[in-house]
């Protein structure tokens, strides 16, 4: 009998995994521990592959724990007649369960070729709006001077302070000075590793203005931790209005800023 009742509440612990689980994700949003607000034009669809993948995955989930525990419940030593009995194995179940999974991921690799276009592969035509370059511990930023290029004397330098302006593309030059680091704005769906030597392109369009994070999603060293900053995201006229003020500081410290001036013409 105490084997019986041991047996029976294994069977129902592990039929409480299922039940938590689901739980948590239903509550988690009322209690905002759920995505970051979208502010994103490509948001949507990143969101709803997420919410497709989630529930796909969710409903193999939750059958996969109630089969354990009908076979728990079911199966248990206590209620045995006999001895148990083996299966070599069954060649149509494999092939069967690797048909499957391997069809599911295929759907899913098609499902997604438009999202994953928006945002790795359909680069707007036009010159960078700000150079974004990783740096153990911070994000310094270039952004193009009054002539509007890059790599030029009246380059503006930034650190750890990025603004864009809304409802326009914005196409950012990602680098980085020493090791891997990952470029991620949560609210606006992007997430990019920044690779020595290299530079990428990183687009979006952002559809609301406010102060939002921006993070490394990378474990560059033993600083990592602190590595932040802030995009600001407001529109043309305060964007506008924030050049022109950061122009002048710049130049009311022209050393610093030809110092700067000079590391662009060395990259």
């Known amino acids: 009998m105490n084997s019986r009742i041991a047996g029976i509440f294994w069977a129902l612990l592990f039929l409480l995994v299922p039940i938590l689980g689901v739980a948590v994700f239903a509550v988690a949003p009322a209690y905002d521990h759920w995505l970051p607000k ?6 949507p669809s990143i969101d ?4 497709f993948i989630l529930a796909l995955t969710g409903v193999v989930f939750i059958v996969t724990e109630l089969l354990l525990f009908w076979f728990m419940w079911k199966y248990d030593a206590s209620q045995a007649r006999g001895p148990a009995t083996y299966v070599q194995g069954s060649h149509t179940l494999e092939v069967v369960w690797t048909i499957i999974p391997a069809a599911t991921l295929l759907f899913i690799a098609i499902y997604q070729m438009n999202a994953w276009a928006d945002v790795k592969m359909r680069r707007p035509r036009m010159s960078p709006t700000v150079e974004v370059v990783a740096r153990q511990f911070e994000w310094r930023l270039r952004y193009p001077g ?7 004397p009246d380059d503006l330098f930034l650190v750890n302070d990025l603004h864009v302006p809304m409802d326009e593309d914005v196409l950012i030059q990602l680098k980085s000075m020493d090791v891997l680091h990952s470029f991620f704005l949560p609210n606006l769906r992007i997430k990019q590793d920044a690779v020595p030597g290299m530079k990428i392109p990183v687009w979006f369009k952002a559809t609301e203005t406010g102060s939002y994070d921006i993070v490394c999603a990378e474990l560059c060293g033993w600083g990592h931790y602190k590595m932040k900053g802030r995009i600001t995201i407001e529109s043309r006229e305060d964007f506008n209005r924030w050049l022109d003020e950061q122009y002048a500081k710049q130049e009311a410290t022209q050393p610093e800023a030809a110092a700067g001036a000079a590391a662009a013409a060395a990259d």
């Open 146 to 152: 009054r002539d509007g290029t890059l790599g030029t």
């Open 48 to 51: 709803g592959l997420f919410y």
């Open 38 to 43: 979208n502010v994103a034009a490509h948001g």
